[in-house]
């Protein structure tokens, strides 16, 4: 739960995933739980199998640091575009700071210290192991955190009731736990599995990139 | 024992009190003989950052800005991951420095930076913002470890009585010092300048360790230099 909590302090509240240039290519408060649907299915469930893999890897035991630094170069190969590579490096270095005083552990201080790329979905894999969560709990909060931050920072983007923000993620629980059961279930390597499909999210953080008035880093 | 990194000093306070001027001013009086970088927290733009890079007082590599969400005083008290990263990113590119400087993006009294994020903290208020700000305090006013009053050539234009704010916020801080500042009359924010080679040299004399009066840290026992 601390995880997945947004007052745990990992810098996700300065990222809207995508959210703000969508809404600058007008997107309006009808589209985003649809926007955070797709991220769902398109994103959020392909990162949630690299978390999962990363936490198997870690937990594993056997060539850790080999497995993992594998996982960083899946998750660059499935990451075509270069901003988001680097904001996954930020998150999952941010994630990784805080989780090494939270949950102190030589994994953490070794993936930590080899990783030179640290992606947020490989980070969380570990920090999962780590804190001694098992797939599922992975999963849930890979795809739960990804849904909440959209939702969270569409208040900041669009007029809005809280509760309704809300309600989008609660809406999006059934999903998030069948994906999650799926996900924990799925025995394939990730060069298996089905890679994140979002062009338009990839080309749209270039161009948000270069905008110099933004709220939000990604 | 020499520092390893470089001192971290926090500039916070609300919108428009001069907090990126008093950054130039710094940077201009002290980056001749110190290594100094500077990480802007904009709100919406990255003004801070190239207003800074505009005046020319610092090569534009040593300023980064980090984007926070419209929360910026989470990313300097609740939440400074996104400033840790972009600190320590910044001394490895650039490094080593010996002085880095944290803007805040612009907020309300209550905004203070974490221990953990600046090792001592400047808070800027300005008179134009209303001679009444000193005494309604706030952990900004009462526990920053310099608390500086700026724009002090505008008083007589606003109606702002410096005396009162100066002895107002003596009050509100114990022992805490204030200095009231004009950067008309002082481009070179020269007593601000001189506050932060002391607290320059308190650091380097401890082997790295401030602590801000801000913690509320009180222990005087470990022989660390202090700042309150």
Known sequence: MLLADSRFPAGGYAHSLGLEQAVSDALGVEGVAG???????????????????????????????????????EHAARCPSPVLREIA????????????????????????AASTTTPRPIALGVVGAAAGLDDRAVATVALYDDAATVASAALKLLGLDPAESARWVAELAPEIDAAA?????????????????????ELAASTHALRTERFFAS | MPAERALRVGVGGPVGSGKSSLIAALCRALSEDLRVGVVTND???????????????????????????????????DDITINLEAVEQLERDVGPLDLVLVESGGDNLTAV??????????????????????????????????????????????????????????????????????????????????????????????GGHLH??????????????HTH
């Open chain 1, 89 to 112: 490096r930020r998150l999952g270095a941010q994630l990784l700071r805080t989780a090494a005083t939270a949950w102190p552990s030589p994994l953490l201080d070794g993936y930590r």
């Open chain 1, 181 to 201: 059961r799926a996900i924990s279930a799925d025995e394939r390597p990730v060069g298996e599995q089905e890679p994140p499909a979002a062009v338009g999210l």
């Open chain 1, 35 to 73: 926007f955070i649907d797709a991220r769902l299915r398109l994103v959020a469930r392909a990162d949630a199998g690299l978390s999962v893999a990363a936490r198997r890897a870690a937990a594993d035991g056997s060539d850790v640091p080999v497995a993992l630094a594998e996982l960083d170069d």
């Open chain 2, 113 to 206: 930076f974490s221990p953990a994020l600046a090792d001592v903290q400047i808070f800027v208020i300005d008179v134009a913002g209303g001679d009444d700000i000193p005494r309604k305090g706030g952990p900004g006013i009462a526990r920053a470890d310099l608390l500086v009053i700026n724009k002090t050539d505008l008083a007589p234009f606003v109606g702002s009585d410096v005396v009162r704010m100066i002895s107002d916020a003596t009050q509100r801080r114990a022992d805490r010092p204030v200095l009231a500042l004009s950067l008309t009359a002082a481009p070179h924010a020269a007593p601000v300048a001189a506050w932060i080679e002391a607290q320059l040299d308190a650091f380097a004399a401890a």
């Open chain 2, 212 to 225: 801000s009066s801000v913690s509320g840290v009180s222990d005087h026992h470990h022989g660390h230099a």
């Open chain 2, 43 to 77: 709100i919406y733009t990255t003004e801070d950052a190239q207003f800074l890079r505009a005046t020319g007082v610092l090569p534009a590599e040593r300023i980064v800005a980090v984007q926070t969400g419209c929360c910026p005083h989470t990313a300097i008290r």
